[in-house]
């Protein structure tokens, strides 16, 4: 961001900028930019602007104990890390299938991890991860839920879908559903004949 353009409005980690102004530093004789923040745990504070710009002030502190427990040692907070690398970093080893394919994190949880953790809340068990519902739309509340690898599995894009009497199910839920095993399942689908039993 430049250096002379307006703040206000915009968000830097957990503060949200609601006015700007200039104080004179302590000597008197130098104005300093500085800016009316509110924290998203409510707080407010006069943060000099200049440590915005530089990540030196991301919020009241509170961000640093939520809970009651350091953010960066949760589960939550590393997969917040992990979902915008993904979206973010070129050098991620997943990157092409995130951010090389246009797959975005919002701007609300693109720079506030309590945002995040306030839209989503704590994962359910150890075995749950972040699953987008729509997988070609963004993470982005409403889009987003906690999901084991065995749900996820089914909301991959080479997941094949079978559509019968306006029901579309993938393979392993269709093979539940007429109780079969699902090597039989794709055996008779392969010969045809499992329509007929539908």
Not at 76 to 95: D, G, L, T
Not at 101 to 129: A, N, T
Request: aromatic share 8%.
């Amino acid at each position: 961001m430049k250096r002379g353009l307006s703040v206000v409005g915009k968000r830097f980690g957990s503060w949200l900028v609601l006015s700007e102004s200039s104080r004179l530093d302590k000597s008197g004789k130098r104005a300093r930019r500085v800016a009316e923040c509110v924290c998203d745990c409510g707080k407010k504070r006069i943060v000099i602007v200049a440590y915005l710009i530089n990540g030196n002030s991301m919020s009241c502190g509170c961000s640093l104990l939520i809970h009651g427990e350091s953010h960066a040692n949760t589960t939550e907070y590393h997969i917040w890390c992990s979902m915008k690398q993904r979206c973010a970093n070129r050098n991620h080893k997943h990157w092409q299938r995130y951010g090389g394919r246009g797959i975005k994190v919002c701007e609300r949880w693109l720079k506030s991890y309590s945002l995040f953790l306030q839209d989503m809340g704590r994962r359910p068990g150890h075995e749950y991860s972040i699953e987008r519902i729509d997988n070609d739309g963004n993470y982005e509340p409403g889009n987003c839920k906690w999901a084991t690898a065995k749900q996820q599995q089914r909301n991959r894009r080479d997941t094949r879908r079978i559509t019968f009497h306006n029901k579309t199910l993938c393979a392993a839920d269709w093979a539940r559903e007429l109780n079969l095993p699902i090597t039989t399942f794709k055996r008779r689908l392969s010969k045809g004949l499992i329509l007929n039993a539908l």
